[in-house]
């Protein structure tokens, strides 16, 4: 199959292009390599889909591109380009989030409409469901986003709803739950706390700690999101995807001292606007549908993390520096 894949350069994106080119689909990656953070992270991820002769980039805004061009030929698009981070989502910078995640959203459902595409998988977010006690969250639970950032994203899943009803486009949504891995975000907690032990820092925590979340290792949701991809079921309809390691983010403290050697320094501050307190996925629409099987077992998924930490050290150091 031919697919098209948009946020190609991030953490999520690189690793779907790879799995795709091992699976010996033709792939085409877009991404407009914003400034949130280092390129050079980015342009590293995709070094060994460039070496592929079935991978094309376009570096291209989603607001800028002619998608309609870009969608010739295609059978299915992998959506994950988007303006990630909750405590960034507040104030002035929401119109980011605006333009990135719901308006470059809907021009590409425009596009998939005009050009009969026959499918279109967007990455949505268990920020979309807010602070609830009521644990596991369900797909039809009530949504109640607490930041700018969770409003955007579940804005942009009835978008895919309202194009899906009205023009038969056929989307899918899937909504991730606290993703972590090799080429996770430098602003994402895992990697900090990472970088803190290896580099004898300090941890800069978020409230007590004592705040658990749904963690999901990126090779599940990679395998998830291109079985969503590739088949024809669930048109229309919402995923949840969580990996089933529902542990408290001191748990995870402990785990990476453990993996490490290293004891964490921990300087705790204020909860963040917009952080929830509990999150838990209810798989079972995906586990039937999908096949979804999540497979990485938390420590193994930070040790992996933690070995890919190690790998990139000196440009991590880099990118710092001139940063």
């Known amino acids: 199959m031919r697919l098209l894949v948009t946020g190609a350069a991030g953490f999520i994106g690189s690793q779907v292009v790879d799995r795709l080119l091992a699976l010996d689909h033709r792939v085409t990656g877009i991404d407009c390599f914003s400034d949130y953070y280092s390129r050079r992270l980015k342009e590293r991820n995709l070094v060994r889909a460039r070496q592929n002769p079935a991978f094309t980039m376009v570096e291209s805004d989603l607001l800028d591109a002619e998608l309609v061009e ?12 988007a303006q990630a ?13 605006t333009q ?84 996770q975000r430098p602003d994402m907690a895992f990697h900090r706390f990472i970088r803190a032990l290896l580099e004898e820092g300090v941890i800069r925590l978020f409230g007590d700690g004592e705040q658990s979340r749904d963690f999901t290792y990126v090779g599940d949701i990679v ?35 453990n993996i490490t050697g290293r004891q964490a320094r921990v300087r705790r501050l204020e909860v963040a606007k917009g952080d929830v307190r509990h999150t838990e996925a209810d798989t079972s629409r995906a ?10 077992d938390l420590e193994a998924g930070l040790s992996a993390e933690v070995t890919w930490v190690r790998q990139v050290s000196e440009l991590l150091r880099e990118v710092d520096d001139a940063a």
Not at 287 to 296: H, N
Request: charged share 20%; with cysteine.
């Open 287 to 296: 586990r039937r549908d999908l096949g979804f099987a999540p497979a990485m």
């Open 100 to 183: 990135n995640n719901i308006l470059a959203t809907q021009r590409l459902l425009e596009a998939a409409k005009a050009t009969g595409l026959p499918r279109l998988v967007y990455a949505s977010s268990s920020s979309v469901y807010g602070d609830t006690d009521d644990l596991p969250m369900r797909e039809e639970s009530a949504c109640w986003p607490v930041s700018p950032y969770g409003v955007s994203k579940l804005a942009a899943e009835h978008l895919c709803r309202l194009y899906h009803k009205n023009f038969g486009v056929n989307t899918i949504s899937l909504r991730y739950f606290t993703v972590y891995g090799p080429r």
């Open 70 to 81: 870009l969608l010739d030929g295609v059978e299915a698009v992998i959506h994950l380009a």
């Open 223 to 257: 395998e998830a999101t291109i079985t969503a991809a590739l088949g024809l079921q669930g048109a229309g309809q919402v995923f949840n995807l969580g990996g089933g390691s529902r542990v408290s983010v001191n748990q995870v403290i402990a785990a990476l001292e």
């Open 85 to 97: 981070g909750v405590r960034r989502s507040w104030g002035g910078d929401f119109a980011v989030y």
